[in-house]
């Protein structure tokens, strides 16, 4: 209710027994973002991989995730599981006729979303009231909101893939991390995949967190010089899933080799493929 509509699904009801529990919602007909993208590039003929035009990264991002988010962000509520397949079309493109659908996406599945905004007490940091007029208040509460006193250590929560740096260094989700995760979310769709997205699918979320932390220049590249300065590498997250797949496989052979106490000879190695120009770009970029 603190929502506004087309935010997420209308909440119809629930049912609870000694055996089971269920919710009852709005049905949404249309894809999510994941599917959205597969249909798409299916239709297309020059784009290649699973990269998105420019344009429509830009739509699904910036005038679908991020206005959404903003709604949420206004009543304290963070998402904290921000990924394509959390953005779903309220309609399907084959009931659309006449009317137009494409900014009628809604957010789902809130299993980690969580309030930043508390009611006094010793949750509640109180040097930083909150000056919004909507938020997740208890029944019958009439007393001041404040936004949630930060931990010294929080849990690891969302999606490997797409969880801001801050998230994996333990800090307590808030809206910048959202908004960190639709950052994510862009490059994937722009340039088919992020320079992490195999330890991702292979769940291997300490390494996607070290990767994280090169590309935001704090932490230097494993195996470079101790004169080599930190530095931020942002051109990384576009250089496209096939740069990134094929690095990670030639990583893995070497490691695999050095284990071994093998060598494997330079021209043994398979070339990489060459980053995709819109990573050397300086206005994409930075």
Known sequence: RSLPPDTVPVYMGHYKSSQYAAILMEYLEGEDMNQLRDAIIRQGTTTPSRRLHVEDAVYLTADVFLPLLKRM???????RDVKPSNAVRM???????GEDVRSKFCLVDFGLSKSIVVPEGQMADEDHPWKGDI???????????????ERGKADFR?????ASLRVHQHKDYCPRDDVWSVLYVFCDLVSGGLPWMSHAANKERNECGHLKEIVQGER?????AE?????????????????????????????????????IPPNKLT???????IASDEYKVE
């Open 227 to 263: 004169e080599v300065e930190l530095k931020d590498d942002f051109a990384q997250l576009l250089m496209g899933d096939e740069y990134h797949v094929s690095k990670h496989r030639r990583e893995q052979k070497i490691k695999a080799a050095a284990k071994a106490n093998q060598e």
């Open 73 to 79: 962000h206004a009543v304290g509520v963070v998402h």
């Open 220 to 224: 230097k590249p494993e195996g470079a």
């Open 158 to 162: 969302g999606s490997s893939m797409y």
């Open 135 to 149: 938020w997740l208040k208890p029944a019958n509460y009439k007393g001041k909101a404040f936004y949630r006193k």
């Open 271 to 277: 070339p990489l493929p060459l980053p995709l120009k």
């Open 91 to 97: 309609h399907s493109s084959a009931t659309s006729e």
